[in-house]
């Protein structure tokens, strides 16, 4: 049996920057949270807050350039950040898998679905392509792909954009993961599939305490099905959560700049979406003070000098906004 009460992972004061023109840019900073078994923990911040960076240092996938310069990320014990390639694939796919972002460039088209799926199945657990095959037919048929056993011998070019994301997310559970990082794992699907496929991980999470990291812009799903949200600017974890905390009493400025952006079936009809004005920081340019404080509508002296430490604001909830400082006094 799983104890739901430890952490399943553990990331801590995570760091990380890429190479640009042989520069280094810090692309995260600081960046700690933790996963429980069973639990659907939600990321979202606007385009290039780090999100996806954030997922592949997880797992040490990082794109050509980018490495890790300090934190940890505690898995089962062991520190992923430190571990030898070699065990860490032992460690990718097993025990934690990843939904891609882009399901159009994890395939090979070269390969016939059914080897690209038995593959995880022959590496961890040593069957043969025969013996996987059958495993393989039920893991199309769970993610809603009909005519599974012949779709096994197609090749990805005959499969429509969705079905290849669908099988990316059978991919990811072919092993029996204790993790899923999913980075947009559903934009692809019609709302139908996507609600199917968000039921069979549910079913998972409450079977064997399968944990899910869902990168998602969809407000809506982290609604529905999250239970922690972290939500990213800049790098940064500026917000951290139960998810109803998240959308009752959002801490910081940016949460509920983002929660404003909805639109609402309270709003005028033709009345223009609210947006959050202005831009987010380069990462080149090194400002002192809170990240958001340009745009922030709640912005004042002290934010444009200091960055804020995150202040935590409950159980398992921070904010890194100087208005959650303890003894502040608008
Ligand atoms: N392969 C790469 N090489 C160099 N810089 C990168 C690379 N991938 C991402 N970055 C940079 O890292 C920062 C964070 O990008 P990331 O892809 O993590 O954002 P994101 O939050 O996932 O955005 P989105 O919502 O658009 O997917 C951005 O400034 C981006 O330009
Ligand atoms: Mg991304």
């Known amino acids: 049996m799983t104890d739901r009460t430890a952490p399943l992972l553990e990331v801590r004061d995570l760091s990380v920057s890429v190479a640009r023109d042989g520069t280094p840019t ?58 030898p390639e070699e065990e860490l ?88 993961p204790d993790l899923v990082i999913a980075d947009e794992p559903t934009t692809a699907l019609d709302v139908t599939v996507q609600a199917q496929i968000l039921d069979l991980v549910d079913a998972l999470k409450k079977e064997s305490g399968l944990a899910l990291a869902l990168i998602t812009h969809n407000l809506g799903i982290v609604a529905q099905r999250a239970d922690y949200v972290l939500v990213f600017y800049a790098g940064r974890v500026v917000e951290r959560g139960p998810a109803e905390h998240f959308f009752k009493s959002p801490s910081h400025p940016y949460s509920r700049a983002l929660l404003n952006s909805l639109p609402k079936m309270s709003d005028n009809p033709g009345e223009p979406l609210k947006t959050i004005e202005g831009l987010p920081p380069s990462f080149d340019e090194d400002l002192p003070g809170c990240p958001f404080a340009p745009r922030c509508p709640e912005v004042f002296d002290k934010c444009r000098s200091a960055e804020p430490p995150e202040f935590r604001t409950g159980e398992r909830r921070g904010s890194k906004c100087w208005r959650g400082e303890p003894g502040f006094k608008p």
């Not at 980018?66 to 898995?75: F, H, R």
């Open 26 to 83: 810090r692309i995260l900073r600081g960046v700690s949270y933790r996963i429980y078994p069973g639990e659907t923990l939600a990321i979202v911040g606007e385009s290039g807050s780090g999100k996806t960076i954030g997922a592949l240092s997880v797992v040490r996938l990082l794109p050509p350039g980018a490495k890790i310069d300090s934190g940890s990320v505690l898995y089962k014990g062991k520190d992923l950040a430190a571990l």
């Open 89 to 176: 694939r032992g460690v990718r796919g097993a025990g934690i898998s990843m939904v891609f972002q882009e399901p159009m460039t994890s395939l090979n088209p070269v390969l016939t679905i059914g080897l690209q799926l038995a593959e995880p199945l022959m590496e961890h657990k040593g069957l043969s392509y025969s013996e996987a095959l059958p495993a393989c037919e039920k893991l199309l048929e769970k993610v809603g792909i009909t005519d599974a056993g012949n779709r096994l011998a197609q090749y990805p070019h005959n499969f429509s954009g969705g079905m290849r994301q669908r099988v990316m997310i059978a991919m990811a559970l072919a092993c029996g």
